[in-house]
């Protein structure tokens, strides 16, 4: 649809930017409103008489004001900052300026949008993330258990080695300190670490009743096929992708994470690099993770999930096995987290295709 009116916002906690330009006049207008006036900022987008669009850069200011101007009829898109071009010789950056970019790059069709999932979806997006805070502060606060036990020179005389065992645990918060302060110190920590141990077994507790759900189970029990991808990571998949079939080809999927090795290449040189480590990073940490998965096992079976059509209980055991023996023939060549690497980037395709074809019979279900 034409619309002779694009909109550029520059959002703020407080404060929202607009520069409005008129394509056909290539008049540009400005207003600035206070961050809560929404009300304020859809009444003069539609006081300006003709059909307008809308954009603002993705950010943490998240979907919500796209909601807002989607319901009152203005279509909106949120832009990927990292699509964005912007002049090289641009040394001056305003609230201002920056809406009129906007407006002229939306104007022109320059804007590249990022997927915006449903109220529903984000939500369930933002209990994964929240699981993966909790991971990451649990890890910190093992260490600091642990890093306490060297400094102490205390070590467990166990028969096994492994920490964070019920005995283990049991030994360690058993322990006393030679002084006041450090035992205070260290019942803190280990009380700390057992709190968020508790915390993560109960975030997983509800994720896996959210994968019960309709609208993703089947997906869900279709991304399990793979091996090394549990519950959990099918979870965040599903939920930071939304629908993997925006993506044409497996290979643009595992672009988009950034899984890709980076290319600085020009005539006839060829130079090649690390992975980009762009894109969505909760997907990709998944993935590499999962990816390590192919490192310990012994064989490529997995039992297929309940619920899964044979079409993609074919392609699940065409991936596991794939996976495994491309595993074994890199194993000695290069070093293992390379190896892994390029185990999850064909991982990433392997799970687009999968996902797709889960998607597919889906619809056909319906």
């Known amino acids: 649809m034409y619309y002779p009116i694009s909109i550029g916002l520059d959002v703020h906690l407080n404060s929202i930017s607009a520069s409005a330009i008129n394509v056909e006049t ?9 961050g809560a006036d929404t009300k304020g900022l859809v009444k003069w987008i539609l006081s300006l008489g003709q059909r307008a669009q809308a954009v603002y850069e993705s ?21 990927a900052i990292s699509k ?19 407006a002229r790059q939306l104007a022109v069709g320059n804007i590249i949008s990022v997927h915006v999932p449903t ?24 260490l600091r258990v642990v890093q306490t036990h060297y400094r102490y020179r205390l070590r467990y005389c166990g028969k096994t080695k492994n920490a964070w065992t019920i005995k283990w645990t049991s030994w360690a918060t058993s322990l006393k300190m030679p002084s006041t302060g450090a035992q205070l110190a260290y019942d803190f920590h280990i009380a700390e670490a ?10 997983e507790h509800l994720i896996h009743d959210w994968c019960g759900d309709e609208s993703i189970r089947r997906t869900v029990a279709a991304l399990t096929a793979i091996k090394g991808i549990s ?19 497996g290979s643009g999927f595992s672009s988009f994470l950034g899984l890709v090795p980076s290319e600085n290449s020009s005539g006839d040189t060829i130079r090649r690099g690390n992975i980009t480590k762009t894109g969505n990073e909760h997907v990709r940490k998944t993935l590499i993770e999962s990816a ?14 309940e619920g899964v059509g044979p079409r993609v209980s074919a392609i699940a055991h065409k991936a596991n096995t794939r996976l495994f023996e491309k595993r074994k023939q890199m194993a000695g060549v290069k070093k293992p987290c390379v ?28």
């Open 26 to 34: 290539g008049e540009v207008t400005h207003h600035w409103f206070d």
């Open 59 to 79: 950010g943490f200011c998240g979907f919500a004001l796209k909601r807002i101007l989607d319901s009152a009829g203005i279509p909106c898109k949120i832009a």
């Open 84 to 102: 964005l071009a912007r002049p090289a010789g641009d040394r001056v950056k305003t609230d201002k300026r920056d809406a009129t970019f906007l």
């Open 119 to 142: 109220l529903e979806r984000e939500g369930m997006r933002d209990l994964s993330r929240a699981l993966d805070i909790v991971r990451e502060k649990l890890v910190a606060a093992k």
């Open 194 to 203: 057992l709190r968020l141990i508790d915390e993560k077994k109960r975030l």
């Open 231 to 249: 519950k959990t990571a099918a979870f965040c998949l599903i939920t930071e992708i939304g629908e993997f079939s925006r993506f044409s080809k």
């Open 292 to 305: 390590w998965c192919y490192a310990r096992i012994k064989t490529p079976y997995k039992k297929t999930p």
């Open 339 to 366: 190896i892994n690497a390029a185990i999850a980037r064909e991982l990433a395709c392997w799970v687009w295709s999968v996902a797709v074809a889960a998607e597919s019979e889906n619809t056909m279900q319906r």
